[in-house]
């Protein structure tokens, strides 16, 4: 009987190192995969640095009363409340936007309130210039803290302080008054959303008139 022969093919096992990537395959990926990266960084919009919120602290005399009684000029009226205005603070409205100089400030205070650089001459408020503020609200609040009236907010005092913005020449800027009346009143702080609303809330009116 013939002998049969089966050649038995030997058992092909494959490598674990088969099935790993080559290094200078691995080294391509990561390459494109950090060019993509700084790709979509460069690319996607950098959020604004955030507003520069340092302010000029409000340092002023808030111990004793510094109502108008004693003033000769035009009157100023809050809410139809004679008071003096004791600080002013001026800062332009929105991010990067420069500090006014001693010049503009002139011809800012006059479209703030015609006749307001009358007042200044004859109230001599102390002035304060922050750096661009972001919204009305926002500095208002930071505004309201640093002028810290007396009691609760200046309720039941002389004090009170009124914070907005208004309109010069196309520019948008932002205006903070600490006022002190010559009674005690409730007045507080006032915040004026609208440029409008500082027609009802802050009038000038010439010396002699009621």
């Not at 990537?21 to 996607?44: E, K, M, N, Q």
């Not at 302010?55 to 009684?69: K, L, N």
């Not at 039941?156 to 309109?167: K, N």
Request: hydrophobic residues 40%; charged residues 20%.
């Amino acid at each position: 009987m013939p002998v049969l022969f089966f050649q038995v093919e030997p058992e092909t096992t494959a490598s674990w190192l088969d099935y790993v990537t080559s290094p200078i395959l691995l080294g391509a990926f990561a390459g494109v995969g950090l060019l993509a990266y700084a790709a979509i960084r460069w690319l996607r919009p950098q959020p604004a640095p955030p507003p520069d919120r340092r302010v000029t602290r409000i340092d002023i005399e808030r111990d004793a009363a510094q109502g108008p009684r004693t003033l000769i000029g035009p009157r100023v009226e809050v809410y139809h409340v004679p008071v003096r205005v004791i600080a002013v603070v001026i800062a332009p409205a929105g991010r990067n936007r420069s500090i006014p100089d001693e010049d503009q400030l002139r011809k800012i205070m006059e479209a703030f309130a015609p006749g307001m650089m009358q007042v200044v001459r004859s109230h001599r408020p102390d002035f304060f210039r922050w750096p661009g503020q972001l919204s009305v609200s926002g500095f208002a609040q930071s505004f309201f803290v640093e002028a810290a009236l007396p009691g609760e907010k200046g309720v039941g005092t002389e004090w009170c302080a009124v914070a907005g913005r208004f309109d010069c020449g196309g520019q948008q800027y932002l205006i903070g008054l600490v006022c002190c009346a010559d009674e005690e009143n409730s007045l507080s702080h006032i915040q004026v959303d609208r440029p409008q609303q500082w027609l009802d809330i802050f009038r000038i009116r010439e010396a002699g008139t009621k």
